[in-house]
């Protein structure tokens, strides 16, 4: 199974860009797929994650500005009002289970190779 994210990109503050991930291979059906981030420095954060019925999660630092989506074994991820402090390397992930919290690369059973996004004035 490989996990392709695309979407990344160079913008303003304030801008907006769309994450895209597709799961691909032979497997049943994904628990939850998200993204995490890293920044230059900083451990791996939580952003967002949505479970196969639509439960979603986010980090307190995107809520009301990012938004997940998914239609089947694709993830989006929606980023408005972009900062400075969203600048990282995105990751996709995917599990089997339906925990939405889950911080850690070993939680996942798929991991994607990362798309950077970088906000600059």
């Known amino acids: 199974v490989q996990l392709q994210a695309s979407g990344g990109g160079q913008v303003q503050i304030g801008g907006s860009l769309r994450l895209s991930c597709t799961a691909s291979?032979?497997?049943?059906?994904?628990?939850?797929m998200g993204w995490l981030r890293q920044a230059p420095g900083n451990g791996r954060e939580l952003v967002s994650t949505?479970?196969?019925?639509?439960t979603s999660m986010y980090g307190d630092s995107v809520k009301g500005r990012f938004t997940i989506s998914r239609d089947k074994n694709t993830v989006y991820l929606q980023m408005n009002s972009l900062k400075p402090e969203d600048t990282a390397v995105y990751y996709c992930?995917?599990?089997?289970?339906?925990?939405?919290?889950?911080?850690?690369?070993?939680?996942?059973?798929?991991w994607g190779q990362g798309t950077l996004v970088t906000v600059s004035s």
């Open positions: 291979g032979r497997f049943v059906s994904l628990g939850v």
């Open positions: 949505i479970t196969s019925d639509g």
């Open positions: 992930a995917a599990d089997y289970g339906r925990i939405t919290s889950q911080m850690r690369k070993s939680d996942y059973d798929y």
